[in-house]
């Protein structure tokens, strides 16, 4: 039923009793519509299909909504903010190839981890006299199984005579699952802004769509004379963690009003329609590095993969990377690290029955304190930086 309240679908026990009722109007108050009868067989059969039908068209009801709405409804209703979920990615990184002098090995090349985790090359490696070819590679499948650690690509798949060994001095990255649906809604919120032009909110909005950008802030001059930060006069000046340099001026420049300055110590030479060249200028935010000792007092029911949950919860709440690489947005620019929202966080976990924290923004100095964030600051914290005790409970 849709009224000005909204929708209320009918479930089964409310459409049979309806349809019961209606069977005693037409043919009596005496009429059998017992679970075994023909008549009650019919109404149940025919309310259990019109059941269905009602689930479908709340489904249909809600998917119009935010923050009802899921999987491809929810990605359906990012254009009208410019929103689009970020997908699956791949992992990338260089290794380094052994083999002849002199030997050309056309890209894709498999290589692979001792855990057949597999990469292909994805230029040729040209071998020098020393018998080395270093070479982008990127993850044959998506996700955060892509990114290993330095030196575990080990494993030539299709063996070749002139390719004797391969290794990776560095890790790989960037590999990650398709964005989620509470993610999304999260980036559908903070873009909701950009709709419009000219304003500091469409600007960060613009900004935010930008792939691979995590955070932003603008901050605004509107008085006659250069501020205590450096703006000029009339200008502003748009923070930003994450992205590439030149997405992000061009999504500056989108929306940014005509006449008006952009002022930063990145400074990218765009052209306008006219053909003339417009400097457009942004700061990177300043990352503030949160590092966390948790103590954890655990009962029977904590799993066993517990710590490592807890490591994850922290890293999506705060920002960061997690322990399999997948790099998580969290809090936006300016938001304070407070000590009991992250306290909240670990106790969604099952089994944790009390928690302490301390934090640190150098690894070294300890506090049970929350921790401020300015404006032009984000926080960001990674799995290696925080620390888990955990202790048996007892009351």
């Known amino acids: 039923m849709l009224d000005e309240t909204g929708f209320k679908r009918k479930r089964f026990a409310d459409l049979f009793e309806e349809m019961e009722d209606k ?30 039908l009602h689930e479908l068209a709340e489904k249909v009801y809600f998917s ?54 597999q990469f292909e090359t994805l230029e040729p490696a040209v071998f020098d006299a020393a018998g080395k070819a270093t070479v982008p590679i990127e993850a044959m499948e998506s996700g955060t199984s892509g990114n290993v650690a330095a030196g575990l690509i080990t494993v030539i798949v299709n063996p070749n005579p002139d390719v004797t060994a391969v ?21 559908f919120a903070l873009s909701v802004a950009g709709g419009g032009s000219a304003t500091g909110d469409s600007i960060r909005g ?3 769509r930008v792939t691979g950008v995590r955070a932003a802030a603008v901050i605004e001059n509107k008085t006659k004379d250069t501020d205590s930060a450096g703006r000029p006069p009339k200008s502003y000046q748009v923070y930003v963690l994450g992205g ?19 002022y930063g110590d990145t400074t ?20 503030v590095p949160i590092h966390i000792k948790a103590h954890v007092f655990k009962t029977a029911a904590y799993p066993a993969d517990g710590d490592r949950q807890v490591v994850s919860a922290l890293a999506q709440f705060i920002g960061g990377t997690d322990a399999d690489g997948t790099v998580y ?15 909240s966080a670990i106790y969604k976990i099952a089994g944790v029955e009390d928690v302490s924290l301390e934090l640190s923004q150098d690894g070294q100095t300890y506090t049970a304190g929350n921790i401020p964030i300015e404006v032009f600051q984000v926080a960001q914290t990674a799995a290696d930086w925080i620390e888990v005790v955990t202790n048996d409970f007892s009351s």
């Open 268 to 287: 990218v030479v765009l052209k306008d329609l006219s053909g003339n060249e417009q400097p457009v200028s942004f700061s990177r935010a300043e990352v």
């Open 244 to 262: 590439e340099d030149h997405d992000i001026a061009e999504a500056i420049f989108a929306v940014g009003s005509a006449g008006i300055e952009s």
């Open 64 to 117: 119009g909504f935010v923050n009802t709405a899921e999987g491809r409804s929810l990605d359906r209703l990012g254009p009208y903010v410019g929103a689009t979920r970020v997908l699956d990615q791949y992992a990338v990184g260089t290794a380094t190839l052994t083999g002849t002098p002199g030997y050309t090995q056309a890209e894709g090349f498999l290589i692979a981890t001792e855990g057949d985790v």
């Open 167 to 187: 290794t990776n001095a560095a890790a790989t990255s960037g590999g990650r699952a398709k964005q989620t649906d509470p993610e999304f809604r999260e980036l």
């Open 206 to 208: 613009s900004v935010l």
């Open 329 to 343: 947005a969290g809090l936006s620019m300016n938001d304070d690290v407070i000590l009991m929202r992250l306290v």
């Open 23 to 52: 069977a005693k109007e037409a043919w009596g108050d005496k009429v059998n519509t017992g679970e075994k009868s023909p008549l009650g067989i019919i109404l149940r059969l025919v309310a259990w299909f019109l059941a269905i």
